[in-house]
Every structure is written in C-alpha cells, then in structure tokens.
C-alpha cells in the first residue's frame, strides 16, 4: 500500500518535472537542467561511495570525459551514437582505474582520485594543443535546452532506480560490508574487488553520462571548464550534506545546495569559493551523518523518550 | 577417518623474518585441535594463511584434497573455511541481524531471504543471542561480539572452523559457556582448529595439540603428552626451568 503510493507519487513528480519546459522560459528549463544534473551526479556518486565510504573525487574526470567525447564526436555520429561511445569510454577508464586503484584504501584512494581528474585534463589539454592544434571546441547542436533536460532527467530516474534495485538486493548488504570491514566480507564469502569494481564502474559511467548530455548546454567547450575540480567538490558535498549512505540523501542535498550556489555565484562572484569552503567544513563538522541521518536519528530518539513516557504513565495509573 | 586439512610445508617470511617455517600437520574430519605456542611463534600467522588473509610465501593448503593457498579469502570461505579474528571484528553499520545475514547471503549457494532469516534466528539462538536481533552490533559487550562472530562464522556452513583465541578475555562462567558452545559445534560434525592460551579449555576442549615455537612446529600428538614434552616447557617457560 504504501510503496504503491510512494511509486505514484514518484510518478506525478517526474511527469510534473517532465512537463515544466512547456510553462517555464528558457532561463526556467536552464535553471531545472543544472539542479537535475546535480542530482544525478550526486545520487551516482553516492551508489558506489555512500556504503563503501572510498571517497572518490574523480566524478570530474568522467564528466569531463563525456563532455570531451561529445564535442569531438558530435558532427560525425548521431547524437544517440555519441552517448553510446561515451558511456563506452567512461566503462574502460573506470576499469583501469578501479583495477588499479581500488586496493588504496582511505586517504590514499581519494589522493589518487583527484590526481586522475587532473591528469586526464593535462592529457586532453596537451592533446588539444600539439596533435589538433587547437584549445576549445564550439559544440552547435540543433535542438534546444529542453531537449538535454529530458534527457538528463530520464537518466537521473534510471540512476534513482539502480540505487533502489541495488540497495533492495543482497548486493546492498555488500557495499555496507565493504564499507564496514573488507577483510570481515571477504571472510563472509564476499568477492570484494569484483563487488567494488562493478559498482565503481556503473557510478562512473552514469557520471560520464551527465558530462556527454549535458555538453551542448556551453556550446564552447574547453578542459578548464568541463575538467573544473569543483564540480567533484560540489558533488561530494551535495551527496554527503544529504546522507550518503540513504537513497534520497544525494537528493535532500543537491536540491538546496544547488539553490545556494547559484544565488552566491551570481550576488558573491569574487567570494564564492570562500563561502563554498566554509560550508564544506559545517558540513562535514555538524552533519557528519547528513541530513536523513541527523533526522533518523532524533526520530528515534523521540520515539523512545515517547514509548518510555507512556510506559511510566500506564504503570502509575495501574 | 580422511583428512580434511593438509598442511603441507607452510612458509611465511616478512622479509628476513620467518614467521612460520615449514608448517606441516593435517586435520581429520571431525577433529577438534589446539593450535599451541608462545607469543609470535607464527600461530595467527598460520591461521591467516589457511583463510587466505595472508598469501603463503611457499608450502600447500589442502582442503578435501583441494588446494587453498594462492585463492582468495571468499574462494577459501565458499570452500569450507570459515573463521573469528583475535581481536572481535563486527560490522559495526549493521545491527546483530544483518551481521550474520551478511554470511549467509555471501556463502556458496545462498538460500532465499526469507529462509536466510528463519536460519540466522536459529544461529542467534544456537549462540545464546536470541531475541537480539535489531541491536546495534557495535554496542554490545565483549561476550556478546564473540557470540555474534562467532554465529558469523557459522553462518558460511564451514567444514573447518578456525577460531583464534576466542576464548581469551572472558571471565570464569562465560568461559565455561563458551567450552559449551565449542564443544557442541563439534558435535554437530564441524572440524575445528583453535589457537588458543586458556589451558582449561585446551584440555577440556582438544584431545589434539600441535606445538609451534619461533615459527616452526615443535610437538604434535595428544594434549597431555604434548603439554609434558620438554621441549614444549623448554618453549614456554624458557630454558632454565626445563632442567630441573
């Protein structure tokens, strides 16, 4: 009863999502097209990250890579064909660098993550520079900003679905084991590298898909803006101000954030990444948990105060 | 009866340390045996190797004639190997339930979910932690994370059971349940091999020691016997008290 209710209420908000560009202008539709990318880029963050807590801040790496691969492969392919590619190279990155990396543990992994989005945007760049002999690409597509944002929000509802598929199975179970005690999961049967990879691989290549969709929205594209280490920062944040380990938690948390960096980056331009640094720390100091976790955890909390109260009330009136 | 474990010419060295030298010993199916030594003779060092937690430098694991070393501890656990660490370890995000669900649901063929959890309350009763399903696995006592790891282990339906000084670290009574407990294991056709120092429980316990002393295998045979050979006092006591 209730999940029947909770799928149509899903439903009538994603139709509602869906049909928004036909009343909104084109700053409307510019404006829901950022705040759903962030979602998903959070919520595919989260799959891989949230349980097994290997922060990852190469989500810029794989977003840049589509976002590259669509500006270079777009006149040549069909748009359908070009996400296909992309998706394609984002798979065998995220396997390479899985293989190789996914034995760091802490500190490390999250090192070599953010020294891998930096790499991949010197290759790119000196690539650009020496063999094409240009930096920047224009990227004309014919359709317009609503047609990205269908697209992306069809990709943030498939991402959503993984995450619930994925924590309902067994293989939920898994990635909190992973991000409990390895040597425990794989004590308890659990092939850990593979469970890793394969969760590594699938948050990747929805990250890489964002970059490719959402590519022709700057119609001039250039490493420092789709390479922009920032873009990891927000969505880390965004994820973990939610509640990285709950399904909705990457959601709870985009949506404000994302209303608040827009409304700074337009009032504060020159003290935007100061504000955006202190923030990070309240964060991670006064919601180490998320919001969902906060929540939970004073819910039950409440419950228990009430469930004790009432117990003392039944025996004194007894 | 067969051999269930063959040890054969077990080697680990951390570089120009060799913790253990030349381990060879089998286990028949339905024994239980202590594994015995002084501090850092190569005891949890064996013990990690036969799980697959440490990589053998050179020798052979045999498991049912199959062979363990080079696989990794998931291989080696859907294989019949099962285990508790030295120090507790729990999975401190989920609650006693899901802690042994976590085995069941990773062993070789795992059932349905809901058998899955008819079998963990019987495996939370079988440990005496019926009824304390929903509890955060990180807050309970001592004893009760050894009970939770060990119903862990049991959950993976081993043929062999290593347990690492589990006993050590409880008082008198819960040691007495805890002999209980091990030793109804064994009744059930469960093969074990414990590392352990309560000699109480080593003699109550195992009809078998082998003996390790600076890596290599010192004493092998029956609990009393082993326990008299001077060696082994040599080992235990160092050298001066052996003589007289």
Not at chain 1, 126 to 147: C, H, K, Q, S
Not at chain 1, 266 to 279: E, M, R, T, V, W
């Amino acid at each position: 009863m209730i999940a029947a209710f909770s799928f149509t209420a899903l439903a009538a908000v994603f139709t509602a999502l869906a049909a928004a560009p036909f009343f909104l202008g084109t700053y409307g539709t510019g404006f829901l097209l950022g705040l759903v990318g962030y979602v998903t880029l959070a919520s595919a963050w989260a799959l891989f990250s949230g349980p097994t807590r290997y922060v990852s801040l190469a989500t810029v790496a794989f977003f840049g890579i589509g976002a590259y691969t669509v500006a270079v492969l777009y006149e040549t392919l069909p748009s359908w064909l070009v996400l296909v590619v992309a998706a394609l190279i984002g798979l065998v990155v995220a396997l390479l660098v899985g293989l190789s990396t996914l034995r760091l543990a802490g500190v490390y992994f999250v090192i070599f993550t953010f020294g891998l989005a930096e790499l991949i945007r010197q290759i790119v760049t000196w690539y650009e520079v020496n063999i094409t002999g240009t930096l920047g690409r224009y990227l004309f597509v014919d359709y317009g900003p609503e047609v990205v944002y269908w697209k992306l929000l069809a990709l943030c509802a498939v991402t959503l679905a993984i995450g619930y598929l994925v924590k309902r199975s067994r293989w939920g179970l898994a990635l909190k084991m992973i991000g409990d005690d390895e040597v425990v999961a794989e004590h308890c049967g659990l092939p850990t590298a593979r469970v890793k990879l394969a969760l590594f691989a699938a948050s990747s290549v929805i990250i890489t898909l964002v970059g490719a969709i959402q590519a022709p929205r700057w119609t001039y594209i250039e490493p420092t803006i789709v390479f922009n280490p920032t873009i990891s920062f927000l969505t880390l944040i965004m994820a973990l101000l939610g509640g990285a380990g709950r399904l909705w938690g990457p959601v709870v948390g985009a949506v404000p954030l994302f209303l608040l960096f827009e409304w700074l980056s337009a009032n504060f331009p020159d003290h935007y990444s100061i504000i955006l640094g202190l923030l990070f720390i309240a964060i991670v100091f006064v919601l180490p948990n998320g919001v969902l976790g906060f929540l939970e955890e004073h819910w039950t909390r409440l419950r228990a105060n009430r469930s004790a109260k009432s117990d003392l009330e039944k025996r004194e009136a007894g | 009866m067969q051999d269930l474990l063959d040890v054969r010419n077990l080697t680990k060295r951390f570089g120009g340390l060799t913790a253990v030298n030349d381990l060879s010993f089998t286990l028949r199916q339905g024994e239980v045996a202590a594994l015995l030594g002084p501090n850092g003779s190569g005891k949890t060092t064996a013990l990690n190797m036969i799980s697959g937690f440490q990589p053998a430098s050179s020798g052979t694991v045999l498991l049912d004639g199959e062979r363990l070393t080079g696989r990794p501890p998931h291989w080696i656990s859907h294989a019949g190997v099962a285990r508790t660490f030295q120090l507790v370890r729990v999975l401190s995000s989920l609650n006693v339930e899901e802690n042994i669900l976590a085995a069941v649901m990773f062993r070789k063929n795992p059932p349905a979910k809901e058998t899955a959890q008819e079998e963990v309350q019987r495996l939370l009763e079988d440990v005496g932690l019926a009824g304390r399903s929903n509890e955060n696995a990180a807050s309970l006592t001592y004893i009760d994370q050894k009970r939770m790891e060990l119903a862990r282990a049991l959950a993976s339906k081993p043929k062999l059971l290593l347990l690492d000084e589990w006993l050590a670290g409880l008082n008198p009574s819960e040691l007495s349940i805890g002999i209980g407990l091990i030793s109804n294991l064994n009744e059930k056709g469960i093969t074990i091999l414990l590392v352990e120092h309560v000699m109480d429980a080593i003699r109550a316990l195992c009809p078998r020691a082998v003996v390790m002393n600076a890596g290599r295998k010192i004493a092998d045979g029956a609990t009393a016997e082993v326990l008299r050979d001077p060696e082994v006092v040599r080992a235990y006591l160092g050298g001066a008290h052996a003589v007289a």
